[in-house]
């Protein structure tokens, strides 16, 4: 007759039902940029089999020149799924998904999101600017992609997954929704922009863009002139600088003009260990700043 072992089932109970002790970790979720990866972790709350990661460095921000290194790579071989922004932002990932995992699930964030395209400043003009992320109304959509791929990649906590994603998507629409209300009682709705990413903001926010300072900082003295005139003549109320750029020429065009200068914040990037509400605190914050200038 075989000894039944009392401690064996103990310690058993003890793992299994211990407060405080974690589930093990048996789904992990990719994420491609600090955004996208800030939208899994409030879908995935509460899901503690769950391990939502992020592919990129979090201050990286936005990827378009990044090189994947072995440590990133090795996040792509042990993933169960890929989460991406969409719209060509990834470019930087083509080549190495399909060497190292070529069979990974993608869901694609950027799904049945209607792009504004980019300014004749950008590297590429003319094509979809898949900066999404950086206003609410569109991150609501992404949350909702997010929210159906994973209820699809990993069925049985597909509820929980749907219900996170629903109720936080509706908090950023509302926050999308008091953006709106900004350009609609503002008397001079006119902006300049840094960078396209903020191009989304000002969409949410009901704004008019009528100038992109270049991308480069040491524009020709041509270009910079010509600037300066397109800006007298529209008289923006506001020239909107990106937080992961420096704003030295903007605030050089501010002080000559006479237009007002201040940050807007994409969250194209932020500290690893962000809060969850990190996204919807620096949105606020943006809000916060544009009532300033458009009243």
Known sequence: MKKFCFGSVFLFMFVVFAPGVQAAVNFRVLASTYPVWLFCRNVCDGLEHVKVELLIPAMAGCPHDYSPGPADLRKLEHANVLVVNGLGLEGFLLNSKKSV??????????RNVTPLLQSLEDPHPGEANPHIFA????ASIMVS???????????????????NAKAYAEQLWRLGQSM?????NAQNRSIAL?????AYIAQNAGL??????????NPSAARLASLQKELREAKPALIATDTQYSAKMAGMISTE??????????????PENSPL???????????????????
């Open 257 to 270: 003009l006479g237009i007002p200068c201040a940050p807007l914040n994409p969250v194209a990037n932020g």
């Open 101 to 110: 995992a070529p069979n990974l699930p993608v869901i694609n964030a950027g």
């Open 180 to 184: 709106e209300a900004l350009g609609i």
């Open 145 to 163: 992609n997010i929210g159906e791929g994973l209820a699809v990649y990993d069925p049985q906590h597909g509820e929980q997954y749907m219900a």
């Open 277 to 295: 509400d990190y996204y919807e605190t620096a949105m606020e914050k943006n809000l916060e700043t544009l009532r300033k200038y458009y009243k």
């Open 135 to 138: 206003a609410p109304r569109q």
């Open 208 to 217: 008019d863009i009528v100038a992109m300072l270049p991308a480069m900082q």
């Open 194 to 198: 840094q960078h396209d990413a903020l």
